[in-house]
Every structure is written in C-alpha cells, then in structure tokens.
C-alpha cells in the first residue's frame, strides 16, 4: 500500500486474497440459480476456497484472476471492477451438470461447455453496487422457452407428417 492516509484518492493497494471456510448466502443471483434449478443448496453456498489479485488506485478496484469454489456444486472465475460505486464484470459460471435437469434448453443453449465436472456459461453482471444487474436469468428464461416451442413444433411436425403417411398409406390400399 503507498500514498497518504490524508487523501483516500492518493492511496494505492496491491495484493492478493485468499478466504478458506467462507460462505455466501443471501445474494440475489444465487437466489435465481436456486430457484430456477430448483437446488436448495445454491442459498447457501460453503466457499471451500476464493481467491484473487486486487488493485486498488483511487477510486478504482480492479480485481482479476477471481476463482471461488463450493466443490461439487459451483465454480466462479474471472473479474470485476468497482468505480464510483459501479460494477462491470464477466465470469465464467459453472454449476453441476445435474443441478440443470429441470432447466429445459440449459445444457444445449446456456451451459454449453463441460469440464472439471461442471458444465460453464459466461456471466455478465453490471451496476450500482445496491442494485446489480445479471445476463444468465434472461438466457435460461429464453432457452427454455425455445426449447418448449423445438419440443412443440417437432411434436407438431411428426403427427403432421405422420398423419400425411397414414394418409397415403390409406390411398395405397384403396388403389385399385
């Protein structure tokens, strides 16, 4: 840490934390993922380990190279910053692949890689510090609902087609 404790805007920080033992609860995006896979434990969440590298300068936090874990449930890499009291930062969010089943359309539209036992999506969360905003609620609402119109319009194809093949199969037989 350098600058003058007379003047906040002058101080600098540079470092990395680690926290063993944690837990989160309460968080509003954790909430989402909770109820949306229907998965009590994703309220509270035992962090097994979280750590980072951090940059204060003034009015600004950078913080990078950000993993928290809770094994065997959730997984959390990448970066934010804080400046005048807003977030920007993007994630790599990876949550256990059947934690996902009662998600239509989750695994093939959102979480679309797997590895390191979790299946992953981008997270984007943005805003004021009181009020931030995230991406993965609108695309798994949005993945489910194609997923539903796929299941509907296929389901719509095959008995059209399938009574187009009755019909025909009708017209054979009555063929002299």
Same mark, same amino acid.
Request: charged fraction near 20%.
């Given at each position: 840490?350098?600058?003058?404790?007379?003047?906040?805007?002058?101080?600098?920080?540079?470092?990395?934390?680690?926290?063993?033992?944690? /837990? =989160?609860?309460?968080? #509003?995006?954790?909430?989402?993922?909770?109820?949306?896979? $229907? @998965? %009590?434990? +994703?309220?509270?969440?035992?962090?097994?380990?979280?750590?980072?590298?951090?940059?204060?300068?003034?009015?600004?936090?950078?913080?990078?190279?950000?993993?928290?874990?809770?094994?065997?449930?959730?997984?959390?890499?990448?970066?934010?910053?804080?400046?005048?009291?807003?977030?920007?930062?993007?994630? /790599? =969010?990876?949550?256990? #692949?059947?934690?996902?089943?009662?998600?239509?359309?989750? $695994? @093939? %539209?959102? +979480?679309?890689?797997?590895?390191?036992?979790?299946?992953?999506?981008?997270?984007?969360?943005?805003?004021?510090?009181?009020?931030?905003?995230?991406?993965?609620?609108?695309?798994?609402?949005?993945?489910?609902?194609?997923?539903?119109?796929?299941?509907?319009?296929?389901?719509?194809?095959?008995?059209? /087609?399938?009574?187009?093949?009755?019909?025909?199969?009708?017209?054979?037989?009555?063929?002299?």
């Amino acid at each position: 840490m350098t600058g003058s404790l007379d003047t906040a805007e002058s101080l600098q920080a540079v470092g990395t934390f680690n926290l063993t033992g944690a /837990q =989160l609860e309460a968080l #509003p995006i954790l909430e989402k993922i909770a109820a949306f896979t $229907r @998965t %009590r434990e +994703f309220r509270r969440v035992a962090l097994q380990r979280a750590e980072a590298n951090f940059v204060y300068a003034g009015p600004k936090l950078t913080v990078t190279h950000l993993i928290a874990e809770s094994d065997g449930l959730i997984r959390m890499k990448g970066g934010f910053t804080v400046e005048r009291g807003m977030l920007q930062g993007t994630f /790599q =969010l990876g949550v256990t #692949p059947g934690s996902l089943h009662w998600l239509p359309g989750s $695994r @093939t %539209r959102v +979480f679309t890689q797997e590895h390191d036992g979790y299946a992953w999506t981008v997270l984007q969360i943005s805003g004021p510090l009181d009020h931030l905003n995230e991406d993965l609620s609108a695309r798994l609402i949005s993945a489910a609902g194609e997923e539903v119109m796929d299941g509907v319009k296929g389901t719509l194809e095959n008995g059209v /087609q399938g009574t187009i093949e009755k019909a025909k199969g009708l017209f054979d037989l009555l063929k002299p």
